[in-house]
C-alpha cells in the first residue's frame, strides 16, 4: 500500500479536527447563555450551576477517560467518546429549565473529557521529542478554532432556526468525526500509510522506552507530575472564564446585543489560535538560537504567557467594550501559549504509555480550579463585579509559573521520579 509522506501530521490534524467538533459544541452554551437566561427563566447562579455540572462531570471523567484509552486504545476510546458527547449535544434542545439543563451538561462533560487525554497520547505516540511541543500546538489550535467558529455558527442557527438547532447541528457533527477517526486512525506502529524512514523518525527521536508501566500510584507520586498538575490547575480558570462567560459578560456588562456579540466574542479564540501555535515554535527557537535545554525552553515560554495574563486581569479598568475585547484577545494569546506548553511537558517527562493517565489527572486538576473559579464567578459576579475576578486570573498564571520553575528543576523522562513526601517525611 502506497505510503503518506509526513503522516503524522495528517494524523494531528485529524486530531485537531476532533477537538474543533469538541469545543465547538461545548462552547455553544456560553454563546447562547444570554438568550438561554431569558428563555428559560435562569438566574445568573443558576447558570453558574449549569456551567458547574460540566465542569463537574469533565473533572470526574478526564482521569478515567485517560486510564480508558491507555488500557483499549486510542482508536476505539476516542471514538467511543465521540458519539456518547454527540447524543448529549443532539439532547440539549430537549431542555426545558435550568436543571435538566444541567443535566445533560454534565452528561456532555463526562464524555467530553477523552479530549485533551487523548490528543496528548497522539503526541506522545507519533512525534519525535523535539517536534512536540508544534503537534501540541496544532492540536490544541482545536481548542480555540471550535471556540472561535461556535459565536457565528451558533447565533446564525438560532436566530435562523430556533436555539434547539444550535444544539442539534454542533452535537451530530461529532457522529462523522468518530466514523473518519475510526476508518483512519492506527498508532505508528500497525499504520499500513507510514513510511519506515517516518516510523525510525518518530522512535529515534523519542527518549527510550520506560522498562516497565509503572502503577498509577507511581505516576502520581512524582513530582514532575505535580508540576504539570498544579500549573494546569491555576491556569484552566482563565480559559473557563474565557468559554462560559465572555458573552454574558459582554451582554450584561458592556450592553451588546446577540448579534454584536457574534461579531466580537470568535476575536480572543482567533487570538488563542495564534497564541498555541506560537508556543509550540517558540520552544524549538529557543533551543536552536538560545541553546536553552529541551524542558527549560517550554518553562520559559510559560512564563512568558504568565507575563501576558497581567493584560486581561485589567479588562473592568477600562471603559471601552473594544478595549475589553482587545484585552481579552492579549489573555487568549497568553492562555494558549501556556496550554501549549504545559500539556507539552507531560509527553517530554512521562512514558508514551503513561501520558493519557498524567493528561487525564492533570486535567482533573485543571477542572476542579476552572469549576471552583466558575462557581466564584456565579456567586460574586452580581455583588461585587467582575474586576477583581479577572484582576485574580493573572495572579493565578503567575503562581503557577514560579511553582513550575520549583518542581520542574532537574527532570527528564529518563531522570529518577521525585516522589512527593507527606509531611510525616514518608513517601506518599
Known sequence: MK???????????????????????RNSLGVMAPELMKLLHMSTRQYSYVVGAFQIGYTVMQPVCGLIIDLIGLRLGFALFACLWSFTGVFHGL????????????LMGLSEAVAIPAGMKVVAEWFPDREKSVAVGYFNAGTSLGSLLA????????????WQSAFAVTGALGFFWAAAWYLLYRSPADHTRISEAERDTISRGQAPAAPRRRSVREVLSTRRFWAIAQARFFAEPAWQTFSFWIPLYLATQRHMDLKQIALFAWLPFLAADLGGLFGGYLSPFLMKHLRMPLIRSRIAGVVLGALMMLGPASIGLVASPYQAIALFCVG???????????????ADVFDPSEVGTVAGFAGMAAWIGGLGFSLLVGALADSIGYTPLFGALGAFDLIGATLLIVLMRGASRDAQPHPVRSNTGTTA
Request: aromatic share 12%; glycine share 12%.
Open 151 to 162: 459565536p457565528p455558527l451558533v447565533v446564525f442557527l438560532s436566530l435562523r432556526y430556533g
Open 3 to 25: 505510503t503518506i509522506v509526513g503522516l503524522r501530521w495528517w494524523i494531528i490534524a485529524l486530531v485537531c479536527a476532533g477537538t474543533i467538533v469538541n469545543y465547538l459544541s
Open 332 to 346: 487568549g494569546f497568553a492562555h494558549q501559549m501556556i496550554s501549549a506548553l504545559v500539556n507539552t511537558l507531560a
Open 95 to 106: 431542555a426545558g429549565g435550568w436543571l435538566s439543563l444541567a443535566a445533560l451538561r454534565g
